[in-house]
């Protein structure tokens, strides 16, 4: 007959450290944000042998009183929270009481600790069942806490550590977490003697940058967005330097990092017309919301959250991002600290096309961009040949519209791919497929989300071959081909007539884009064509309708492109997150040639 009973009080902690202990990771994690909730100024971290002999932590907090060491490592002691009502309402990092205990379960423990009013600092050690009572220590300030030997008492769970690199990895990224969330609090990091971090105060974006590096902080959009008693505010890296892999990922709730679905998925959705295939985006982000607004009493680890008005969070974070990544064509700047941002110059927005059906262009310029009127006329006459010229001045235009117009001005083709233009900082390249296909998708999100799709009729009626299937996708699906700017007919059980198509694609190959839209309505159906699967059709379209490599564009014609881009919503990349274009400096030009040397 079994009996119960209580647990030994070892036992326990020890159970509570499979939790909360899982490595030396997370031993350090617990104690780095007990030292920022002390309010540390200065947090030094010395590791040995990955953590796993070692891990130290000093900093110059507030500290622990003599008499309330001993408590210190006791179960469910905390100086964080005493009422229910705290609970609903934490603000520090720390709040469970059981990270000491746990962690003096399962290694040898030294913690010495000074207030300011103290003569001097005080210590005591924990060696498995053993607790010494306090004694004097040297401490000027703050606290200590040496953790030796972690797992000394339970050789079968050492043995699940793996090397001493991982561990130390694991450990170099519990440390990058807290340091870009406290921004204001100096960090060092050494491993086996040496220095591998050294972090300064200063403000969030230099830490960032301290972090991640500079080429994050120069790729990167600044976001700040409000509303109400929510905030979102930090750096997110542009799709064309979008990762391989998730890891550089951090979001910050009240500065607490966490790993949430809703989170996870509202910025997967942002980024989901504008990633390029399994890239993965880069960011760092702080949430700031009212406390009472979300639990984190959910997982040990406290790095898994619930929120109380999850979809309209989720709306939130969803819309600030897209504004970022819409915003059409970013320019660095540095501000006073030498730091560089990025700036958004506000650019004219294009109005909508009229629902009407739209007349024959007479010219590529106005089958391209939907106007006859070139904006920027600037054919001379050669007075040497007496032919006109093809290429413009773009030195005299920039010095009265390089404000304006910071995709500057086109001085011709090369290979038939790409566009070279200049502006006031030097060289820009243009990828003007993509650059347009952009466009044209934009475009056509446009009419289609606002239901005046303009309808180009054609002259002579396009028929060929179909077979079965697409007639049968053509008779039950007029509707939606209606709304995508389509006016298709069978004539016979083999035979299709286009007779209209959406005006921005009239010059593409009509019969590959019929056959390719059918495919896409017959993969997906007629109804997620024009929701869940909108945006995959409409790239389609719009990568019919782009400008092919080789076709040969007049300057006037490469200029309205880069004006075009220039209001376009998400232009610094093509519908597959691939960039649209490029700078390259005078200064780098002037490096590349040795010029002053």
């Not at 982000?285 to 406290?302: G, M, R, Y």
Request: proline share 5%; net charge negative; aromatic share 6%.
């Amino acid at each position: 007959m079994t009996t119960i009973k209580p647990l030994p009080e070892l036992l326990i902690n020890q159970i509570a450290a499979g939790e909360v202990v899982e490595r030396p990771a997370s031993a350090l994690k617990e104690v780095l944000e007990n030292s920022v909730d002390a309010g540390a100024k200065k947090i030094t971290v010395q590791l040995q042998q990955g953590g796993v002999k070692q891990i130290r932590v000093m900093d110059d907090g507030i500290g622990i009183a003599k008499d309330e060491l001993l408590l210190a490592l006791t179960r469910h002691s905390t100086s964080k929270i005493s009422t229910l009502e705290d609970l609903h309402r934490i603000t520090s990092l720390g709040f469970r009481g059981e990270a000491l205990a746990s962690i003096a379960a399962v290694a040898r423990l030294t913690l010495a600790s000074r207030q300011t009013e103290q003569d001097h600092g005080w210590q005591l050690h924990v060696d498995g069942k053993s607790v010494s009572q306090p004694e004097p220590s040297p401490l000027t300030r703050g606290t200590t806490l040496d953790i030796n030997d972690l797992y000394f008492n339970i050789p079968a769970r050492r043995k699940f550590l793996k090397s001493e690199a991982t561990e130390f990895a694991h450990c170099d990224e519990v440390f990058k977490r807290i340091a870009l969330a406290q921004a204001g609090i100096e960090f060092v990091l050494q491993h086996n003697g040496k220095i591998r971090r050294q972090l300064r105060a200063g403000h969030s974006a230099q830490r960032i940058q301290s972090i991640l590096g500079e080429e994050f902080g120069q790729t990167a959009a600044m976001v700040d967005e409000q509303s109400a008693d929510i905030r979102l505010y930090g750096m997110v890296a542009l799709p064309a330097y979008a990762r391989s892999s998730r890891d550089t990922q951090y979001f910050f709730v009240n500065n607490r990092f966490v790993s949430d679905k809703l989170i996870s998925h509202a910025l997967r959705e942002a980024y989901r017309d504008v990633l390029h295939l399994d890239r993965h985006p880069a960011f760092v982000l702080f949430l700031e919301i009212d406390p009472e607004s979300v639990d984190v009493n959910v997982h040990p680890t406290k790095t898994e959250v619930r929120f109380r008005e999850s979809r309209a969070l989720h709306q939130f974070i969803f819309h600030a991002i897209n504004k970022t990544l819409a915003a059409p064509h970013r320019e660095m700047e540095t501000n006073q600290s030498g730091q560089v941002t990025p700036s958004l110059p506000n650019y004219p927005r294009r109005e909508t096309a009229s629902p009407n059906i739209v007349a024959q262009p007479t010219s590529f310029y106005g089958t391209l961009f939907g106007r006859e009127t070139n904006p920027y006329p600037t054919s001379q006459t050669n007075t040497a040949t007496g032919l006109p010229n093809t290429r413009i001045n773009p030195s005299s235009m920039m010095e009265e519209k390089q404000d304006s117009h910071p995709l500057g001005f086109a001085l011709g083709q090369l290979h038939g791919i790409y566009i070279l233009a200049q502006n006031a900082r030097g060289l820009i390249v243009v990828d003007m497929h993509a650059a347009h296909e952009r466009i044209m998708y934009e475009k056509l999100k446009v009419a289609l989300d606002q239901q005046i799709m303009p309808m180009q009729p054609l002259l002579i009626p396009v028929t060929f071959h179909a077979d079965s299937q697409e007639i049968t996708l053509v008779e039950e699906n007029q509707a939606t081909l209606d709304q995508l700017g389509f006016e298709i007919a069978a004539l016979s059980p083999t035979a299709l007539a286009v007779r209209a198509v959406p005006a921005t694609l009239q010059d593409a190959d009509i019969v590959q884009l019929t056959h390719d839209i059918l495919s896409e309505i017959r993969e997906y159906g007629g109804s997620q064509i024009l929701t869940a699967k909108r945006n995959e059709i409409l790239a389609t379209m719009a990568c019919h309708g782009a400008i092919r490599a080789n076709r040969t564009l007049t300057i006037e014609e490469m200029n309205a492109l880069l004006r075009e881009m220039e209001i376009t919503d998400r232009a610094d990349q093509c519908n597959h997150g691939r960039p649209t274009w490029f700078e390259t400096s005078l200064a780098d030009l002037d490096k590349l040639f040795m010029r002053g040397k």
